[in-house]
């Protein structure tokens, strides 16, 4: 298969308007003739549901929260990126691009990343326009703090709850469309599968979460703005609900599943104190504005860190890369944090953890301003752990959090099924093998806000209405497929409740997948996984029945996909020989343990395609091209 | 620690409900109360018996869906926090524990602990917002607004919508959760066009769907996982009587 990124041609500034213009429109008095499916609510599916109803299409919209307000989107701290160059530090469009194109280690295609940067300043416009109550300088204007892999003040904020602040804006936005009718939600309601006909993406199944039924619905295109993935560790900093399901189950219909080993490990997480533990808490990468990061000099120190003089601690960041320092991108942050406790330098309980110190900031700025700047993640983290930020350093560890692969899209956002478009974390395209911190935000909004509503609009100009409905017999035949699934999960009355096997998957895929990889670790995950699948199907338990709200059936039908996506991303790690970004492979490296990049063979995209259950996937290649940028070994030194 | 809990359970929405016991054996004081939901789960799936539903998502105290009357007070005993960032060592070993769903008539119940709160979803559609479609807005700096009053829109604008107001309020009253959103708009320029017809619709549907009013006992205010202050539920007042002198 020919993979087609679709990328106007021209100059790289002029790329999107020349497409913008070179698109079909649609008649507004046509748009109403339409329905557009969006799965999920969080900023790229609300934002996206929100514009596409403004525009006039009818809108169905599905979350499987109780409520669009609650999709994950919420949970980000931090801030969101933007080249508006308030702060007259030097960013520009260009600046931005060039950012994110060399944190993505040159693995993400510069036609969408130079878009998303072009867009980003209107994002910035659009929120305030909402009553995002962005921070602001006592002049009134909007403030701006820098975030990791930038050298320039970009990140627009809302305290340490951007995501929260952005996704009510969305929320809004689409709370006018569904008051209007415009928009018609259906919150606690499950995609289960996707329904191809022809071709031709027309329509999902969906299991209502409250009463159990399979549903159908119809639509003229189909929208997944479903999310990450990094519940494949089991312990993430995702919400518990996040899956794979709706993207995996696109790819078995046809879509093609992208660079799915490109996960992002964030360095800054609330280490892990116990088995029993059923997620990892975030706490926001600003903090390393002021924070500084170290650990005892020599190993096996058991000394409070208070007791530990200046010149017998390791500010491993500020010696290794002098001019990010602490604001090093994420990837290079959380290998060097792991590498310390390697040595055995980690402190606390586990040994797994490294300080993340505020004294220096706290005698320099005050307490008052260190209560301003982050004073909700600080209450956030003596809440989890008990200990006092403010008197003593944060103990910190690199977790698993945001997934850079994702369904492969084009320049339309557009999955290799026409009429099946996928927006936000849940496609692959704008952050290749490393998301530089603020950047996620950005992207759900551009993506939704301002790029498909385009490029929808020129699918179904294009394509006209796809005329389908559910009483179509494939609806039927997905429908049985659906139940029959659900079916099997519930009458194997097994032994072994599905979270023990989502923990069992967890570790293998942490172990092997996680933050490096080797040739040998791989190959030994790839023969554990599907052993482990075999037990689930033959030994899981999960009790109630398929027609009630049953939390066990939820979860069951989500660590049945990830028992086979997880075998997917194993796939892609072993096949990528060589390191980039948040993909570090041990057997690529330099002697200093910095990632070394194969651009002759791996200047590309992977994106592999489903062969049937018994078969491999099938491996398709699209070549990125940098006509812009030089490929250049990322340095942060 | 050991605990017993005294959970509520019902089948669903028809079913009339009854509080079960059930023990809590060597759970961890760094457990988060949720987590010790998890292993009483596990243990009840693995005998043989239906798990305790109960709503929850995020479990980093922002996506507002979880919602446990813990003792009788919404989301525990200790202030700011949602149960998902309750943690066990603050019970005692060989505690009691009473555990029961949102109770409110605009919030039935689903199954055990599972509530429907797509009211509080309904009072937004009708007016929680500002009316600007995409793309056509202006610079942002081109709206300056006082740090001051930004600050406050921040304030109210940290509701998560859990719906704990309306759980700990005698009346039932989502005056708080309205209040927070009206009040967010009511510091920004933003919101002051619509601000007459915002309140009027919200408050209207506030009482449509069921929920009472406020008393001024500030049971809200003392439950709040975000804290918000019942300042804002001053400043709807004050919206809401504008709005009908307006109208009038």
Known sequence: ?637 | MNLTLFVWRQKDAEDKGRMERYEAKEINSHMSFLEMLDVVNEDLTEKGQDPIAFDHDCREGICGTCSLMINGTAHGPEPGTTVCQLHMRHFKDGDAIYIEPWRARAFPVIKDLVVDRTALDRIMYSGGFVSVNTGVTVDANAIPIPKSESDKAMDASSCIGCGACVASCKNASAMLFVAAKVSQFAHLPQGKVERTSRVRSMVAQMSAEGFGGCTNFFECEAVCPKEISVDTIAKLNREYMMARIKVK
């Open chain 1, 1 to 637: 298969m020919k993979l087609d990124a679709k990328t106007p041609s021209g100059p790289l500034a002029e790329k999107w308007d020349k497409h913008k213009f070179e698109m079909k429109l649609v008649n507004p008095a046509n748009k109403r003739k339409f329905t557009i499916i969006v799965v999920g609510s969080g900023l790229a599916g609300g934002a996206g549901a929100a514009s596409l109803a403004e525009l006039g299409y009818n809108v169905l919209c599905f979350c499987y929260q109780d409520s669009p307000r609650r999709a994950h989107s919420i949970s980000a701290q931090g801030g969101i990126n933007a080249s508006k160059n308030y702060q007259n530090d030097g960013d520009s469009d260009y600046r931005l691009f060039y950012d994110t194109i060399k944190g993505g280690d040159f693995r993400s295609r510069e036609a969408n990343v130079y878009r998303l940067a072009q867009v980003s300043s209107n994002i910035i416009d659009q929120c305030a326009a909402q009553g995002v109550p962005f921070a602001r300088e006592y002049g009134g204007l909007l403030a701006n703090r820098s975030f990791g892999g930038a050298q320039v003040s970009r990140t627009f904020y809302a305290r340490g709850q951007t995501g929260q602040q952005l996704l009510l804006g969305a929320y809004s936005a689409l709370s006018r469309q569904i008051g209007r009718g415009q928009v018609k939600m259906f919150p606690r309601t499950e995609m289960i599968d996707v329904v191809v006909i022809d071709g031709r993406a027309c329509g999902i199944v969906v299991r209502d979460m409250v009463t159990g039924k399979i549903n159908s619905y119809a639509a003229d295109a189909v929208v997944l703005a479903t999310g990450g993935y990094a519940n494949v560790f089991y312990l993430s900093t995702n919400a518990k609900g996040c899956n794979v399901t709706a993207a995996y189950r696109a790819y078995k219909r046809g879509a093609l599943f992208a660079d799915p080993c490109f996960t992002q490990i964030h360095p800054t997480c609330i280490p892990v104190s116990g088995e029993y533990q059923s997620k990892l808490t975030l706490m926001s990468e600003s903090l390393r504005n002021d924070g500084r990061i170290w650990v005892p000099a020599k190993a096996d120190d058991s000394r409070r860190a208070a007791d530990i003089p200046e010149g017998e601690r390791d500010y491993y960041l500020e010696r290794k890369y002098p001019s990010f320092g602490n604001l090093s991108p994420r990837d290079i942050s959380s290998r060097s944090a792991m590498e310390v406790c390697d040595e055995g330098r980690g402190i606390g309980a586990t040994g797994r953890g490294v300080y993340l110190d505020f004294a220096d900031a706290i005698g320099r700025l005050g307490e008052d301003v260190i209560r301003e700047r982050y004073g909700n993640l600080f209450h956030m983290y003596e809440k989890i752990t008990g200990e006092n930020p403010y008197l003593q350093p944060m103990h910190i560890y690199p977790a698993a959090h945001y997934t850079m692969g994702g369904l492969w899209v084009d320049y339309n956002l557009e999955s290799t099924i026409p009429g099946l478009f996928v927006v936000g974390e849940a496609n692959f395209s704008d952050h290749g093998a490393n998301r530089l911190g603020a950047s996620a935000l950005m992207q759900g909004l551009a993506d939704g806000y301002f790029i498909l509503p385009y490029t929808i609009g020129d699918f179904l100009g294009r394509s006209g209405p796809s005329g389908i409905g559910t009483e179509h017999g494939e609806f039927g035949n997905v429908e049985s497929e659906t139940k029959e699934r659900t079916e099997r999960l519930l009458t194997i009355g097994g032994k072994q409740t599905v979270d023990s096997f989502h923990r069992e998957l967890g570790k293998i895929m942490w172990e092997y997948c996680g933050m490096t990889r080797n040739e040998a670790g791989l190959k030994k995950a790839l023969e554990m996984i599907p052993v482990l699948r075999d037990r689930f199907w033959q030994d899981v338990l999960v009790p109630g029945v398929g027609e009630e709200l049953n939390q066990s059936l939820e979860r069951a039908g989500r660590v049945a996909d990830f028992l086979e996506f997880g075998e997917l991303m194993c796939h892609d790690a072993l096949n990528r020989t060589e390191s980039c970004g948040a993909h570090f492979r041990e057997e690529y490296q330099t002697e200093e343990g910095e990632a070394v990049r194969n651009d002759k063979k791996f200047t590309n995209v992977s994106a592999w395609k489903f062969e049937g259950a018994d078969t491999s996937p099938s491996l398709h290649v699209e070549n990125l091209e940098f006509e812009n940028v030089h490929l250049a070994t990322r340095s942060y030194k």
